[in-house]
């Protein structure tokens, strides 16, 4: 167990709706960052928040957002879903411990678009 | 930029062999951390083994180790004595202490009884 929490763990909607994914970082740990991983793909960095505010951004499409919460937790939203947003969407959290920054995963949810 | 690049999608070892993942990095940064990660059929990733670069030494954990070379920008992950539970997709990851991870498409590794 990573201590990274994900809800929920499977999401079955149609096209065209909108959900929101949720994640709870591990204790103490101010980093999250969120991935797409499409089947049988490597992992697509969305973006990044750093106690609140965001850090970087990667390949997120305009349809996506999200936001950390002053808690720490984070939600990712997507709206006017497509069937190729189907995939496995990651939260990760990170520190730095010792001299060395280690980034821990969540379960992931798995959202299906039918 | 900074890239990462695994150069084998897939690979195969009899159970309790070695076997040696490769990976390659571009990086204009003189200090970063390097991490493999291991995603098993329940798509959990899983924190395997990392390596600072300022370190000379190769960084190992049980039947896990590296070979860093920091002049070619490469880090391998060599496996001993394989075992099924090993058998997964390993990704290696770069981080360069700013903000983004960057991480390779991944080598599907299958053990073999």
């Known amino acids: 167990d990573s201590g990274v929490t994900q809800t929920p763990k499977h999401l ?3 096209t065209g709706q909108r959900v929101t994914l949720r994640c709870s970082p591990r ?3 101010l980093s999250v960052y969120w991935y797409q991983q499409s089947l049988d793909q490597g992992l ?5 928040y750093y106690n609140g505010e965001e850090r970087a951004k990667g390949n997120i499409l305009e349809r996506f957002s999200a936001q950390q919460f002053p808690d720490l937790h984070s939600e990712l939203n997507l709206s006017s ?3 190729g947003d189907s995939a496995l969407y990651f939260c990760a959290s990170s520190t730095r411990t010792g001299s060395s920054y280690e980034q821990y995963f969540g379960p992931g949810t798995r959202l299906t678009v039918t | 930029a900074q890239t990462v690049t695994q150069s084998q999608p897939e690979m ?3 159970e309790a062999e070695t076997v040696t993942l490769s990976c390659t990095y571009d990086t204009s940064e003189s200090n970063y951390y390097l991490f493999w990660y291991k995603q098993p059929p329940s798509r959990q990733m899983i924190l395997v083994i990392r390596q600072e670069a300022y370190k000379q ?3 190992t954990e049980n039947r896990f180790s590296v070979n860093f070379q ?3 920008k490469s880090f391998s992950l060599k496996i001993s004595d394989s075992q099924l539970g090993d058998t997964a997709m390993y990704f290696c990851a770069f981080h360069s202490g700013t903000y983004k991870y960057i991480f390779g498409t991944g080598t599907r590794l299958k ?3």
């Open chain 2, 111 to 113: 053990v073999l009884a």
């Open chain 1, 81 to 83: 879903l497509e069937l």
């Open chain 1, 27 to 29: 204790s103490g740990d």
């Open chain 2, 70 to 72: 920091k002049a070619a």
């Open chain 1, 44 to 48: 697509q960095f969305l973006i990044q």
């Open chain 1, 12 to 14: 079955i909607t149609a």
């Open chain 2, 57 to 59: 030494q190769n960084a």
């Open chain 2, 12 to 14: 195969s070892v009899q």
